[in-house]
C-alpha cells in the first residue's frame, strides 16, 4: 500500500506495513571503533544461515578476501590500512588525525607485552568495519520486489522469501547500498538464481535470541537491540569519542530524516561512509516514484496524441 | 568534525573486478591483482573517449572508494532486457498504428501492424521470462498488484494489453484464410473474430501506450546512476523511440500509398526522441559520462545517425518504396541502438564507484544532504 508518507520519510516500517502493535523494532549498531577484524561475525553467519561458500581469491586488498557483501556473504568485514603512524586510532582535538595518542603513563611496573620501539610499528593504522543490510525503514528492495517474496517482518526487517523469488533481480538493481544479489553459485547450491541477503536472522529472532553475528563479536562490535535504544547508545559512544578527542567519529545511517528514513542496522564509522565502500548520502529510488509515473503518463499520453495526428485528415 | 589530512585515494590500478560467482574472470588466480577496474578500462582508450564527450564535459572527479569496487550493484540482467526494451516499444507501436489503420481503411498498413504488435509481445515475454533466475516461477510476478514495483505494475499493463492485441491479430489472420476455408465448417468462428478485429484492435491501441512508457520507469526506478538520474525524461526517449521503431517497421512492410500516417508517426518520434535525449543528457550531469564512452557511447552515437536518418528518408522519400524500406530499417536500428545505449550506460554506472559517490558526496560538500521535510516546513 502507498500511505501518504510511506514512500518517504520518517516511520515505524512494520506499522507502515500493516502490523498491528508490533513489537519494537530490532537492529545493529556497529560500532567499527572497536571491530579487531576477527571475521567471528562473517564466520557464525555462514554456519547459522548454512550460507554457501563465497569466492575465495587472494584480492590484495588488505585482510578483505571475501570482497563484498553478496548473495552468499551476508556479512563483510571491510579493511582499510590507512597512512600514518600505528596506534591512533583518530586525532586530537585541533590536531591532525592521523597522529597516534600518545599512551598514557599509569605509572604501573613494566610488565606482559614487551615495548615496542616505535620505528618498529607498523607505519598504518587500521579501519575496519563489518558491514550488513542495513534493514532500510524505506527499503528499496522490498518496494520494486514484483512477486512479493521480499516483505518487511515484525521485528521491522526486511527478508527474502525464498520459495516465492523468481530471480528477476530488480532488487538488485534498487538497493542503494549494493547488499542484495541473486546467487549465482556454487554448482549444487540450494536457491541459485535466488535473490539472497541479510534476514536478521529471523529465524532466531522469533526464537528471542540474538542474531549470530551480534552473539558471536567478542568485542561487542556488533550490538543488537531495538532500534530506539540503539541509537541512544550510539549518540552516547559518539559524544565519548569526540570527547576523548576523536573527532572523526560520526554515525551512518541513525537518521531518520535522511534518505532512506533511517536503516534498521546502521554503523559508528572513523572516516567518510565512501571510505568503507558505503554510499556517503543514499536515498531510497521510490522516492522519486510518484514523478517518474508522472512522467511515464504524460510521454505514454503524447504517444497516443502523436499517433491519433498521424491519421488527422488522411482517410485513404 | 577535523578531517584527516589526505585519505583520498584517486585509485587507478587497484580496481577490482566483482569476485563474485561466475563472474567471467572467476578463475581464482591471484595474478588478478591490478585487475581491469572501470577506469583501467577506460584508460586504454582514455584519449579517444574523452573528445566523444562533447558538449557534457566533466572533468575527472577526485573521489574515494573501497579499493575501487562498485557501491550500488548492477541489474543482473542480460540483453535480453535491452532487447525486450526494443521489442516492446515496436509491439506497443504498432498497435496503435493497427488501430488507426483499421479506422481508416488501411487494410496494408493494418496487417502490418497488427503483426508487429503481436510479434514484438511474443518475443518481449520470452525475453523477460528468459531473464528470470527462475524461469519457471515466471507466474510468482501475477501474485500480487504492487504500484511501488513499477515491474509488477508493467506486468499488469501487459496482461491488460496482450489478450486485445492477441485478438485483433486472430482477426487479421481470420480473414487471410482463403476463401473456402472462410465458409467451411469454421465459418462462424472466422466470422465472429473478423467482427471483433476492430473493437479488440481499438483497445489493444488505447492500452499500447503504458507498454511503451513503462520500460522507462523501470529502468529509472533503479540506484543505477546512469537510469535513474534520467528519470525525468527517459519516458519521452523510450515513447520517441518505440513510435519510431513501430512507424519504420510499417514503412518496410507497407506500400507507400498506405503508409502516409506511418512515416508522419516516424517523423515524430524520431524528433521527440533526438530531442529528449539531448535534454536528458544536460539534465543527468555527470551521470550522463556512460553514454558517451565505450559500447554504450558507440551505440548511442548509432542510435542518432540512424534515427535521424531514417526520419529525413520518411520526410522526402516517401514516394519510393525504396527509399521507404531503407528507411524504415534505420528507424528501427536506431531505436535498437537507444535501448542498447541506454542499458549498456546504466550497468557501466554501476560498476563504477564514481558515479554512485561523486553526486552524493557533491550534495553533502554543499550542505545538501537528502533529508525528510515535514510538509509545513518544504519549499523553505
Ligand atoms: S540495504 Fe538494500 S537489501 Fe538491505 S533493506 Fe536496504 S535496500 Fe534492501
Ligand atoms: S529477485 Fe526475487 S526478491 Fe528480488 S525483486 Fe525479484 S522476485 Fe523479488
Known amino acids: 500500500m502507498i500511505g501518504r508518507n510511506s514512500l518517504f520519510g520518517p516511520v515505524d516500517p512494520a506499522a507502515d506495513a500493516g502490523y498491528a502493535d508490533p513489537p519494537a523494532r530490532k537492529g545493529f549498531f556497529t560500532d567499527t571503533s572497536v571491530c579487531i577484524g576477527c571475521k567471528a561475525c562473517e564466520v557464525a553467519c555462514k554456519e547459522w544461515n548454512d550460507v554457501p561458500e563465497n569466492l575465495f581469491e587472494m584480492l590484495g586488498t588488505s585482510y578483505d578476501n571475501s570482497h563484498s557483501l553478496n548473495a552468499n556473504q551476508w556479512r563483510h568485514v571491510a579493511f582499510i590500512e590507512r597512512p600514518g603512524p600505528a596506534g591512533g586510532t583518530a586525532g586530537q582535538p585541533g590536531q591532525q588525525a592521523d597522529l597516534p595518542r600518545p599512551a598514557v603513563d599509569l605509572g604501573m611496573p613494566e610488565m606482559g607485552a614487551p615495548v615496542v620501539p616505535d620505528e618498529a610499528k607498523p607505519d598504518f593504522r587500521w579501519l575496519m568495519e563489518s558491514d550488513v543490510c542495513k534493514h532500510c525503514t524505506h527499503a528499496a528492495c522490498l518496494d520494486v520486489c514484483p512477486t512479493g517474496s521480499l516483505f518487511r517482518t515484525e521485528f521491522g526487517t526486511v527478508v527474502v522469501q525464498d520459495d516465492i523469488c523468481n530471480g528477476c533481480g530488480y532488487c538488485v538493481a534498487a538497493c542503494p547500498f549494493g547488499v542484495i544479489d541473486r546467487r549465482r553459485g556454487p554448482d549444487g547450491a540450494e536457491n541459485i538464481g535466488i535473490a539472497q541477503k541479510c534476514t536478521l536472522c529471523y529465524d532466531r529472532l522469533t526464537d528471542g535470541q540474538r542474531p549470530a553475528c551480534a552473539n558471536a563479536c567478542p568485542t561487542e562490535s556488533i550490538q543488537y537491540g531495538d ?34 528514513g533511517g536503516t534498521g542496522a546502521f554503523f559508528l564509522l572513523l572516516d567518510e561512509p565512501e571510505v568503507y565502500g558505503l554510499p556517503p548520502d543514499p536515498v531510497v529510488t521510490t522516492k522519486d516514484l510518484p514523478r517518474m509515473f508522472n512522467r511515464a503518463g504524460v510521454a505514454a499520453l503524447a504517444m497516443l496524441a502523436g499517433a491519433a495526428v498521424s491519421f488527422l485528415g488522411r482517410r485513404a | 568534525m577535523s578531517k584527516p589530512p589526505d585519505n583520498r585515494v584517486v585509485d587507478t590500478s587497484t580496481r577490482q573486478q566483482p569476485a563474485e560467482w561466475s563472474e567471467p574472470t572467476h578463475g581464482g588466480s591471484p ?123 508493467g506486468t499488469w499493463i501487459l496482461t491488460l494489453h496482450g489478450p486485445f492485441a492477441g ?48 520500460t522507462a520507469v ?32 510499417a514503412m518496410v ?102 558515479y554512485t559517490v561523486v553526486p552524493q558526496r557533491e550534495r553533502l560538500d554543499r550542505g545538501e544532504p537528502v533529508r525528510y521535510a515535514p510538509p509545513d516546513r518544504r519549499g523553505q
Not at chain 2, 201 to 214: D, E, F, N, R
Not at chain 2, 227 to 243: D, Q, T, Y
Not at chain 2, 303 to 323: D, I, Q, Y
Open chain 2, 167 to 214: 485478438l485483433a491479430f486472430a482477426a487479421e489472420v481470420a480473414d487471410m484464410l482463403p476463401e473456402p476455408v472462410r465458409r467451411g465448417r469454421w465459418a462462424p468462428l472466422v466470422g465472429l473474430l473478423s467482427r471483433l478485429g476492430t473493437p479488440a484492435g481499438l483497445v489493444s491501441g488505447l492500452t499500447a501506450p503504458p507498454v511503451a512508457a513503462y
Open chain 2, 253 to 354: 512492410g507497407t506500400p507507400t500509398s498506405q503508409a502516409g500516417p506511418a512515416r508522419t508517426y516516424a517523423v515524430g518520434g524520431a524528433v521527440v526522441e533526438l530531442l529528449a535525449e539531448r535534454k536528458m543528457e544536460q539534465s543527468m550531469g555527470l551521470m550522463a559520462e556512460p553514454l558517451h564512452q565505450g559500447i554504450a557511447g558507440r551505440l548511442m552515437r548509432a542510435s542518432k545517425v540512424l534515427t535521424a536518418a531514417g526520419a529525413v528518408g520518411a520526410l522526402v522519400g516517401g514516394r519510393s518504396r525504396a527509399v521507404s524500406v531503407v528507411s524504415g530499417a534505420a528507424l528501427m536500428a536506431g531505436s535498437l541502438c537507444t535501448r542498447f545505449g541506454v542499458f549498456e550506460a546504466g550497468i557501466a554506472s554501476a560498476k563504477d564507484p564514481k
Open chain 2, 31 to 153: 595474478s588478478r591483482r591490478a585487475g581491469r577496474g572501470a577506469r583501467g578500462g577506460r584508460d586504454a582508450r582514455g584519449q579517444r573517449r574523452r573528445e566523444g564527450v562533447g558538449d557534457v564535459m566533466v572533468p575527472d572527479a577526485e573521489f574515494t572508494s573501497y579499493y575501487g569496487r562498485q557501491v550500488v550493484k548492477p541489474a543482473p540482467w542480460e540483453h535480453d532486457i535491452a532487447a525486450y526494451l526494443f521489442t516492446g516499444g515496436v509491439a506497443a507501436g504498432s498497435a496503435m498504428l493497427a488501430a488507426g489503420a483499421d479506422l481508416t481503411g488501411r487494410p496494408a498498413l493494418r496487417r502490418v501492424a497488427r503483426f508487429g504488435s503481436i510479434g514484438g509481445l511474443g518475443l518481449s515475454v520470452g525475453f523477460l521470462v528468459h531473464d528470470l533466475g527462475r524461469p519457471s516461477r515466471f507466474l510468482n510476478m501475477m501474485r500480487v498488484v504492487k504500484l511501488t514495483s513499477p515491474m509488477s505494475v
Open chain 1, 227 to 260: 532500534v530506539d535504544e540503539l541509537r541512544r547508545r550510539a549518540d552516547e559512544r559518539v559524544a565519548a569519542l569526540h570527547e576523548q578527542g576523536i573527532m572523526d567519529a560520526r554515525l551512518y545511517g541513525n537518521d531518520p530524516n535522511d534518505g532512506v
Open chain 2, 218 to 249: 523501470l529502468l529509472s526506478d533503479t540506484a543505477t546512476p546512469s537510469w535513474h538520474s534520467a528519470h525525468e525524461e527517459l519516458p519521452f526517449v523510450f515513447c520517441g523511440s518505440a513510435a519510431a521503431a513501430s512507424a519504420g517497421l
